[in-house]
């Protein structure tokens, strides 16, 4: 696979969020849980800057303009970076929260991506195993650490090769959950998502207006019923 060359980005800790017009769907809803669908560009828990107040978190506390309901005792029991849109699961009370936190501590709740990559990875499927460490120098990045770094795996199907120019659909299945793994994995392996800010080549941020990572399905028990659930969310690119 080609390694292209790694721009470093300046990281300010003074970050503000843009303004998200989109909205918070609701997907699936019972009296224990929601399955909802988060847009791109929206935090998950609002930030201690006063003006990243707004999140999927809050919207949900406080309603969302008459779109919908407020949810009194909602909490995230999972939350996504905010670049990345697609389906979280909340819980609507504490007891559901909690029955739900102990799944995804367990690791038997199975998360689905969808990302496109820069170029075309050589391989129709694989593994990528780099260990992750926290980068206390360029926070809030990730690095690559073999020696220090906590062991990480990510499974790969491409589903697509596209052109002009050279562009990979790819299925993540991530068998563990470290921060900001699917994107320093993927570009590990040169082959960074589109549109991401800080894990990106020459070109691959200005590829794309938004990070092109996707919440696609999740696979879980229900906090009630023990039914096994299967959520699944739209990819919008």
Not at 155 to 160: A, P, S
Not at 213 to 226: E, I, K
């Amino acid at each position: 696979m080609s390694r292209d060359a790694v721009s470093v980005p300046t990281i300010v800790d003074d970050f503000v969020a843009p303004l998200c017009s989109d909205v918070v769907s609701i997907l699936y809803q019972d009296d224990d849980i929601l399955l909802i669908n988060k847009p791109s560009g929206l935090l998950s828990l609002s930030g201690k800057n006063p003006l990243n107040l707004d999140s999927v978190h809050y919207r949900l506390l406080q309603g969302q303009d008459g779109v919908s309901p407020a949810f009194a005792q909602a909490k995230l029991p999972h939350r996504l970076d905010f670049g990345t849109s697609g389906i979280m699961v909340v819980g609507l009370h504490a007891d559901a929260a909690q029955h739900l936190n102990k799944q995804f501590q367990a690791g038997s709740i199975q998360k689905h991506y969808l990302a496109m990559l820069e170029g075309w990875l050589s391989d129709d499927q694989g593994q990528i195993t780099a260990a992750i460490a926290k980068d206390k120098n360029l926070f809030p990045r990730v690095k690559i650490c073999q020696s220090s770094g906590k062991a990480s795996v990510s499974e790969y199907n491409v589903l697509q090769r596209l052109e002009q120019p050279q562009r990979s659909l790819v299925r993540f299945t991530p068998l563990t959950g470290r921060t900001h793994q699917l994107r320093i994995h993927s570009l590990a392996v040169g082959h960074p998502i589109l549109g991401c800010d800080l894990y990106s080549s020459e070109q691959s941020e200005q590829l794309a207006e938004r990070l092109l990572l996707h919440a696609s399905d999740l696979y879980f028990q229900h906090p009630r019923t023990g039914e096994r659930m299967h959520g699944r969310c739209p990819c919008p690119f």
